[in-house]
């Protein structure tokens, strides 16, 4: 058992140290990887995912995104250094492409690095709904999810490394633990985790896109659509990695008020639909 204690006291010591602050919500979070590694590998992972893909450029939809993602990360930067975090994206290198491919999806690397696909283009629908998906995503950046979970991957290898040594003399016991393991912290930590950060990258987009002059309500009607683009296809909340699309609707709708309170602190009293 020598050998797992260390493992479990090295764990707890990296957690203790390795941690920083999200700004949003005050809260403390892991950082065993630190954003001065993790951006420069997102940045060179974003041009080759560019130079492998077809970039739709000069179009309508593709100035679009531009236009949105600079009045987000306009948003982001007036609520950051408002909040006593001037300086916080100094290191972001802002980029928004549309990218052609029918897949219904959206993302935002580390650093601010931002891709929209074409297949999620008709459930945006117009530049409300193109802010909605755009505020989500750069709060997954701003949150430092993707560190987040990096970490949390570390520490699930971290136990399971310590678990196989105290079991090594036992092979079906360890076997066992193995199969037990894997399962249980995936639907009981690595999923709810992912969960969680889902819902507060909804909960903060919601406040940037109010901040950048969209009305947050849009949010809940782009969840509507998205729940009508599924069919019906997903899986049980409990075994996925983003909350329903019904849970995700009732509380766009219950923060849509508090994130129009907190735009008007910033002068914007109207919003766009």
Aim: glycine content about 8%; charged content about 15%; aromatic content about 8%.
């Amino acid at each position: 058992m020598k050998y797992s204690k260390i493992l479990s006291l090295i764990a707890i010591a990296v957690v203790a140290f390795a941690c920083t602050t999200n700004p949003f919500t005050g809260k403390k979070t892991l950082a065993l990887v630190p954003n001065s590694q993790i951006l420069p590998m997102a940045f060179q992972q974003y041009d080759q995912f560019l130079s492998e893909n077809k970039v739709v450029k000069g179009t309508s939809q593709s100035q679009m995104i531009q236009n949105v993602g600079q009045k987000i990360a306009t948003a982001s930067e007036r609520y950051l250094t408002a909040n006593g975090y001037a300086g916080y994206l100094q290191d972001y290198r802002w980029e928004y492409n549309l990218v052609e491919d029918p897949a219904v999806n959206a993302w935002c690397m580390p650093g601010g690095k931002i891709v929209f696909y074409t297949g999620i283009m008709p459930i945006a629908q117009d530049e409300a709904g193109v802010a909605a998906i755009m505020g989500h995503e750069v709060a997954h950046a701003l949150a430092n999810h993707g560190q987040q979970r990096m970490s949390a991957a570390q520490l699930q290898q971290i136990g399971a490394v310590a678990g196989n040594v105290a079991l090594s003399k036992n092979p079906e016991t360890q076997q066992i633990f193995n199969s037990a393991y894997g399962i249980g912290t995936q639907v009981g930590v690595m999923l709810p985790f992912s969960r969680s950060n889902e819902t507060e990258a909804d909960r903060i987009g919601l406040t940037l896109m109010a901040i950048a002059g969209y009305d947050p309500i849009v949010g809940a009607e782009l969840w509507q659509r998205m729940k009508a683009n599924a069919g019906g296809g997903a899986p049980p909340e409990f075994l996925s990695t983003h909350p329903s699309s019904d849970t995700r609707i009732a509380n766009i709708r219950q923060w849509a008020p508090e994130a129009k309170a907190e735009a008007r602190k910033f002068g914007v009293t109207t919003f766009r639909k």
